[in-house]
């Protein structure tokens, strides 16, 4: 099984405005990281251009990524442990705070590419019925095939 | 504070296992028998027994090798080689737990968004502890705090996290707070041909020091 993910942020202005320059500059260096990140699989596209913003139906404030990695460690390393990092200490100059989850992760068959819509209505799920098998968070997390298993929750310390 | 924790730290009372710990330690990668046996100036033999006891004490872990590039016949046995082990070893006395208390107030932070709180607190708590120290340089201060600084393409990294337990439950905000606080020791130090950043990667520290760039 692979690992994929949602990620959703609401910008605080629009994305070619001058609020948002630094983060638009660090988007091709970013995906290149991404792509080239050991357990990387796959990211959604819909063109070649390295600076692309995935456009879709769930509003404009509204930026998505999806991604398929080979395992949590794989995108926990990139996530929190590349310069992907310092990108997240900023967060605050680019996206508003919001009081629901706003990344998610699930399993999927090696080899399926998932859908914005499917990212979606897991993210929902995760929202109004909280972290299980079908949606699920680093904090709360998961081990695939393991349908109603208690998470293996990283919090509780040793 | 579990028990076995005191007894794997009871291990180190002798002098040359700790010499052998620390050495090992610093490498941060694989050591070899011969390797550690030099360095602590001790035979081959005795640093073996004294290696495969941290081992079992759980301090380090064994692994075997090869350590040239030879193969087929003639190239030898594997050697048996050493490297720190993962898990943390707290001895407090009598017991204390700051690790969950501080698991809980990182929660909170969290949850009042405070990170610009926790970033301006925790360079203040650099910048104090810096100007407290007897150290006078970064390295030094770096080592004190148990950074395990090394010099790596002209930048100073770090080996260890000090707050990896917290670093993987929160780590933007654990990671965000120890770069603001790495920002204060420099200021308390007046170190300011400095600058520190982030530069994360697997299995260290998240921040990095770099001479200031004084072109632009």
């Known amino acids: 099984m692979h690992l994929a993910q949602l990620n959703v942020a609401h ?22 990281i991404a ?30 990524n999806v991604s398929v990695w080979e395992s949590r460690e794989a995108l926990w390393n990139f996530v929190y442990r590349s310069p992907h990092l310092e990108l997240l200490r900023r967060r605050r100059e680019w996206f508003l705070r919001t009081a629901v989850p706003y990344t998610l992760m699930w399993w999927v068959p090696e080899g399926h590419v998932p859908t914005l819509g499917e990212a979606m209505e897991r993210l929902e799920s995760l929202r109004t019925r909280g972290p299980g098998p079908e949606a699920f968070t680093f904090k709360e997390f998961y081990e695939p095939g393991a349908a109603g298993a208690s998470p293996s929750r990283a919090e509780i310390p040793q | 504070m579990k028990s076995d924790d ?13 010499d052998l710990y620390r050495f090992v330690a610093a490498q941060g990668r694989d050591v070899g028998r011969n390797e ?9 033999t005795l640093a073996a027994f004294h290696l495969d006891k941290l081992v079992d004490a759980g301090l380090l872990e064994a692994d075997f090798r090869r350590l040239n590039e030879r193969r087929g016949p003639g190239s030898g046995r594997p050697a048996k080689v050493y490297r720190r082990s993962g898990p943390e070893r707290t001895v407090s006395l009598p017991p204390r737990d700051y690790r969950t208390l501080a698991l809980v107030l990182a929660e909170v932070v969290d949850r009042l968004d405070g990170d610009s709180e926790g ?9 104090r502890l810096a100007a407290a120290s007897e150290n006078t340089t970064l390295t030094d201060v770096l080592v004190e705090r148990g950074y395990e600084p090394y010099e790596e393409d002209g930048r100073i990294r770090l080996r260890n996290c000090p707050f990896h337990v917290l670093a993987e439950t929160h780590p933007v905000l654990v990671c965000s707070m ?4 790495c920002e204060g020791l420099l200021r308390g130090l007046g170190e300011d041909r400095l600058t520190a950043a982030l530069d994360a990667r697997p299995g260290e520290c998240c921040v990095v020091f770099a001479a200031k760039d004084v072109s632009g």
């Open chain 1, 11 to 32: 910008l605080i202005a629009p994305i070619d405005g001058p609020e948002l320059a630094d983060f638009v500059a660090a988007l091709e260096p970013i995906y290149a």
């Open chain 1, 35 to 64: 792509d080239s990140a050991p357990g990387f699989v796959w990211r959604m596209k819909q063109s070649d251009d390295p600076t692309e913003v995935i456009t879709h139906e769930y509003g404009d404030d509204l930026l998505v």
């Open chain 2, 6 to 18: 005191l007894e794997s730290m009871s291990v180190l009372a002798d002098p040359v296992r700790r």
């Open chain 2, 36 to 44: 550690a046996a030099e360095a602590t100036g001790v035979q081959r």
């Open chain 2, 119 to 127: 970033q301006d607190a925790a360079r203040r708590t650099g910048e």
């Open chain 2, 178 to 181: 120890n770069l603001a606080m």
